[in-house]
T-cell receptor, first 108, second 113 residues
């Protein structure tokens, strides 16, 4: 089965604290994984994808095939990072399969 | 350039009525996707169009849902005999090629009374 699991519905941290949003997946073969973000009143947008291996807005994510994980990390959270974060993989048909999302709240 | 656009932005309808939701993808994008975003279910895939190929309808929740894509561009999602459980935000996305980054529209918020 192709599935993405985000175990935390809500994650609350203070500004400047490290943050890790967890994502685990189930997929046969080599997965293509993404993190999408939705800021308040804005459309869903790509944050990063594992094949590009780049850091966007200070966020990084490493694919761990052994643990079937793709956790999103940032060493120092900022208030503007508050948003809804979705982990997703590309299914065999080409569509995105999303996790249920994690709402990140960064407090001042 | 212009991104993906959707209309209407909000739609309120009565149970049992039919609704049509429209999506204008980014010009030149061959792949078009419809998703549904609801509180209980998160983001669910509905249907996928790629070029002139037959669409992948595997995500449509019932036969009340259908979609078409005319001329390889604009797409319309139709929900017949709407039910209250159809209330959700319907998102459209397009990509330049299969498995490329998907660009999302702002969504249509559907409320079925």
């Amino acid at each position: 089965a192709q599935r993405v699991t985000q175990p935390e519905k809500l994650l609350s941290v203070f500004k400047g604290a490290p943050v890790e949003l967890k994502c685990n997946y189930s997929y046969s073969g080599s997965p293509e994984l993404f993190w999408y973000v939705q800021y308040s009143r804005q459309r869903l947008q790509l944050l990063l994808r594992h094949i590009s291996r780049e850091s966007i807005k200070g966020f990084t994510a490493d694919l761990n095939k052994g643990e079937t994980s793709f956790h999103l990390k940032k060493p120092f959270a900022q208030e503007e990072d508050s948003a809804m974060y979705y982990c997703a993989l590309i299914g065999s048909q080409g569509n995105l399969i999303f996790g249920k999302g994690t709402k990140l709240s960064v407090k001042p | 350039g212009a991104g993906v656009s959707q209309s209407p932005s909000n739609k309120v309808t009565e149970k049992g009525k039919d609704v049509e939701l429209r999506c204008d993808p980014i010009s030149g994008h061959t792949a078009l996707y419809w998703y549904r975003q609801s509180l209980g279910q998160g983001l669910e895939f509905l249907i996928y169009f790629q070029g002139n190929s037959a669409p992948d309808k595997s995500g449509l929740p019932s036969d009340r849902f259908s979609a078409e894509r005319t001329g390889g561009s604009v797409s319309t999602l139709t929900i017949q005999r709407t039910q209250q459980e159809d209330s959700a935000v319907y998102l459209c996305a397009s990509s330049g090629a299969p498995r490329d980054e998907q660009f999302f529209g702002p969504g249509t918020r559907l409320t079925v009374l």
